[in-house]
C-alpha cells in the first residue's frame, strides 16, 4: 500500500480506501463484509469510509464490529451526515441539532471515541453554512471528529466553507468526495483547481463507476449473478451507467489494462490515482477477491500515451459538466 497525506492535512490516508455504501448491512452478510475489511486490512487499507444513512444506519454497525479489535491508532475511520437518518424533520440535513446527534449515533454504532474526518455529504440549502461549520468546529473541539470534509459540494460551496472557516477562525476542510472515474470527470474543471490552491484533497467514490469498468457488463447481455445490476440495493444506482455505448467502449479498454499487466479495476483505480489532487481512492466490494485485486492499483503509474489512449476509447462518454455536480435543491 501506498498513503498520501488528506489533503494539506498533516493526516496520512491509504491510497486506497475501502467503503461499505450499498454492501454491509445490504447487499452482502456479515461473514463475506467481515472478511472484506479483514482482506483489505491484510493488503494495508487503513482508511474506512462509511455515513450514518448507509442501509439505513446498519453499515456502521456491521464496519463496527468488523474493525473491533484493530489498534485505533492504525486506522482511519471516515463517515458522513446529511440524508435522513429517520423519521422526523430533523433527522436530516445539516443543523447543529442533527449534526450533533448524528454524530453520537456514529460514534455508538462505530464503537469508537473519535472519527478521524467527518463529511457533510452533501450541501444543505436549508442550514446557514455558518452555523454547520460552527457546529463542525464544536466536534472538533470536543475530540469526537479529528478532521472535517465535505462531500460533492461544487467549487463555489467549497470556496464559501473556505472563506467562512477563515473570517471565523473554524477548522478548515480538508477533503471534498466526489464521484470520479474514467468516465465521471466533472470535478476536473472546477473543483480540482481551487481544492489544489486551498489545500483540500478528493476522497473520490465509485472510481470503477460501481463495477462498470471491470468490463463485466456486457453490452445487449443480462448482468452477471450477483452483481450490484442485479441487487435491489444497487440497481438503481448502476443503472445510470449501463448504457450500451459506454459499456462497448469499456470492452474495448481490455487491451489496453492487458498490455499493463493490470485488471480492468486496477487500471480504473490507478487512472483516478494519477490525479495528484486525490488523497485516496473509495473502492467498493463484495468479496474478498475483488478487494485483493483493487489494492494493486496502489502505487501503479500509467504514462502519457496510456492516458491518451483511454481518452480515445471513451471520448464521447466522457462526463465532464462541472454542472453534474448537485446537491438536494430541498432537503430530502
Ligand atoms: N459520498 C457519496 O455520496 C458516495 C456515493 C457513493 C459511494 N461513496 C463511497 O465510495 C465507496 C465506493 O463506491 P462504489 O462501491 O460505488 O465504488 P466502486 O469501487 O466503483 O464499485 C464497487 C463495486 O464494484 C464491483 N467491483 C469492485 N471491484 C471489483 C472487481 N475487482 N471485480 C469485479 N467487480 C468489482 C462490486 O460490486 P458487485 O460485486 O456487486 O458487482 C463492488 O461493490 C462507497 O462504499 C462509499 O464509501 C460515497
Redesign the pocket.
Known amino acids: 500500500m501506498e498513503f498520501r497525506h488528506l489533503g494539506r492535512s498533516g493526516l496520512m490516508v491509504s491510497e486506497i480506501?475501502?467503503?461499505?455504501?450499498?454492501?454491509h448491512g445490504s447487499?452482502v452478510e456479515e461473514d463475506a463484509a467481515r472478511e472484506c475489511v479483514r482482506t483489505a486490512l491484510d493488503e494495508g487499507v487503513t482508511t474506512f469510509?462509511?455515513?450514518d444513512v448507509?442501509a439505513g444506519t446498519r453499515a456502521e454497525e456491521v464496519l463496527g464490529r468488523a474493525l473491533k479489535g484493530v489498534r485505533r491508532e492504525s486506522l482511519e475511520i471516515f463517515t458522513?451526515v446529511f440524508w435522513p437518518t429517520g423519521p422526523g424533520h430533523n433527522d436530516r440535513g445539516l443543523s447543529r441539532k442533527h449534526i450533533v446527534e448524528s454524530v453520537n449515533g456514529s460514534l455508538r454504532r462505530l464503537q469508537t471515541d473519535y472519527v478521524d474526518l467527518y463529511?457533510a455529504?452533501?450541501f444543505d440549502v436549508e442550514t446557514p453554512l455558518e452555523e454547520t461549520l460552527r457546529a463542525f468546529d464544536d466536534l472538533v473541539r470536543q475530540g469526537k471528529v479529528l478532521y472535517v470534509g465535505v462531500?460533492?459540494w461544487t467549487a463555489d460551496q467549497i470556496a464559501r466553507a473556505l472563506k467562512i472557516a477563515d473570517e471565523m477562525g473554524f477548522d478548515r476542510i480538508v477533503s471534498n468526495?466526489?464521484?470520479y472515474?474514467m468516465l465521471w470527470r466533472v470535478i476536473e474543471a472546477e473543483v480540482v483547481p481551487l481544492c489544489e490552491k486551498e489545500g483540500v484533497g478528493q476522497v473520490v467514490?465509485?472510481?470503477?463507476?460501481?463495477?462498470?469498468?471491470?468490463g463485466?457488463y456486457l453490452p445487449g447481455q443480462p448482468a452477471?449473478a450477483?452483481?450490484?445490476?442485479t441487487?435491489e440495493a444497487?440497481a438503481g444506482?448502476i443503472s445510470r451507467m449501463m448504457d450500451d455505448d459506454v459499456l462497448r467502449r469499456v470492452q474495448d479498454l481490455k487491451p489496453l489494462a492487458a498490455d499493463h499487466g493490470l485488471?480492468?479495476?486496477q487500471l480504473?483505480?490507478a487512472w483516478v490515482l494519477q490525479n495528484p489532487n486525490v488523497s485516496s481512492a473509495?473502492?467498493?466490494?463484495?468479496?474478498p477477491?475483488?478487494?485483493r485485486?483493487?489494492v494493486k492499483a496502489a502505487g501503479v503509474k500509467l504514462d502519457a500515451e496510456t492516458l491518451r489512449r483511454i481518452d480515445d476509447v471513451l471520448a464521447p462518454v466522457i462526463e465532464r459538466d462541472p454542472a453534474r455536480t448537485i446537491s438536494p435543491t430541498r432537503r430530502p
Request: no cysteine; charged share 15%.
Open positions: 480506501s475501502y467503503g461499505n455504501w450499498i454492501t447487499q469510509d462509511t455515513a448507509y458522513k463529511q455529504h452533501r462531500s460533492e468526495q466526489p464521484q472515474s467514490f465509485s472510481p470503477i463507476a460501481q463495477g462498470v469498468l471491470t463485466k452477471p450477483g452483481s450490484r445490476a441487487h444497487g444506482f485488471t480492468m479495476a480504473a483505480v473509495i473502492v467498493g466490494a463484495s468479496r477477491d475483488q478487494v485485486d483493487n
